[in-house]
């Protein structure tokens, strides 16, 4: 007979593959909606599984995380950068990089545990914080000596300014985007040197 003989740990893995994926995909519409402290049993209903099927196609919490970061914030993120180094102000780059994350922070709770460091663990999101940390610093460093921005701002405290942009997100859920959105410019007029017109509309 002609043919291949099919291998009977075929199917079996075939269905293991299509559930893991199903677990993924309900990872990131319930982390989107709810953040990465979201309880997995969430996630488990949102799938059809039980939470020990989690555990046992990604090991931890952290491994599912690992599993989703890359789609569901580090292409935010690196799109972020990427729409910034388009531009050539310095000041316009980087009021544009803060206005961008602080409202990715707003509609994004997840990208919003990363920027804050909610798990510390996880080497990807670590990563990513850091790249996006290095990225501000550069921006800051470049709008500080073109004179645009204020010499006293450290990167340590634009790196506070997100964090606390985070915990302004959580505590104030009440407020529209819109008016979110105007506040920021108040953040961002502390920051220009004066006499420099902001680079971002309202």
Known sequence: MSGTTPTPG???????RRNAEG?????????RSG????????VARAAGVSKGTIYHRFGS???????VVDELVAERITGIVRAVDQL??????????????WLLQFDEPAANDVLMR?????EPLTGLC??????????????????VVRGDLTPDDLNH???????????????TREEYRRRLGFVLDGLRVPGHRASVGD
């Not at 677990?23 to 982390?31: E, K, Q």
């Not at 050539?88 to 994350?101: H, S, T």
């Not at 909610?118 to 996880?122: A, D, H, N, R």
């Open 88 to 101: 050539d102000d310095p000041l316009e780059r980087f009021e544009q990089y803060l206005l961008a994350v």
């Open 161 to 175: 300014l997100i964090l606390e942009r985070g915990v302004v997100v959580r505590a104030c859920g009440r407020q």
């Open 61 to 67: 919490r952290r491994g599912l995380i690992d599993a």
């Open 118 to 122: 909610t798990l510390p663990e996880s």
């Open 35 to 42: 953040g990465l402290t979201t309880p997995l049993d969430e």
């Open 130 to 147: 850091e790249r996006a940390q290095r990225f501000g610093s550069e921006l800051l460093d470049d709008a500080q000596r073109s004179g």
């Open 10 to 16: 075929a199917p079996r893995r075939a269905d293991a």
């Open 23 to 31: 677990i993924r995909r309900a990872a990131l519409d319930v982390f």
